[in-house]
Nanobody, 126 residues
Framework: HVQLVESGGGSVQAGGSLKLSCAASGRTDRQYCMAWFRQGPGKDREGVANLNSDGSTTYSDSVRGRFTISRDNAKNTLYLQMNSLKPEDTAMYYC?????????????????????WGQGTQVTVS
């Protein structure tokens, strides 16, 4: 198992930036497909970015070009750099992991794909 803890959320004005972190502990010696999801008020949880074990990434259309997912293997930490934030980016952001080398192409954005979740960190853009 792996445990995930997010941090870095907060309130920011439109056009601003935030960087979220997700610290992993436990069985970090295994390969995981990693992802960031978000859930806005009254909305379903949606995938915004994923990172495969080979470093390849995928982004949702709504954040492509503005958000960047990355990791620091030495620190067992996943990041989400969010630039040019918009009010519609307001949501609880979650880190997710699934034990496989590559996130599934067609279902990486689906909540049920992932077994491990953090508790979330709130991002509010006004």
């Amino acid at each position: 198992h792996v445990q995930l803890v997010e941090s870095g959320g907060g309130s920011v004005q439109a056009g601003g930036s935030l960087k979220l972190s997700c610290a992993a502990s436990g069985r970090t010696d295994r390969q995981y497909c990693m992802a960031w999801f978000r859930q806005g008020p009254g909305k379903d949880r949606e995938g915004v970015a994923n990172l495969n074990s080979d470093g390849s990434t995928t982004y949702s259309d709504s954040v492509r070009g503005r958000f960047t997912i990355s990791r620091d293997n030495a620190k067992n930490t996943l990041y989400l750099q969010m630039n040019s934030l918009k009010p519609e980016d307001t949501a609880m952001y979650y880190c997710a992991a699934d034990q496989r080398d590559f996130c599934p192409t067609n279902t990486w954005h689906v909540q049920a794909t992932f077994d491990y979740w953090g508790q979330g960190t709130q991002v509010t853009v006004s």
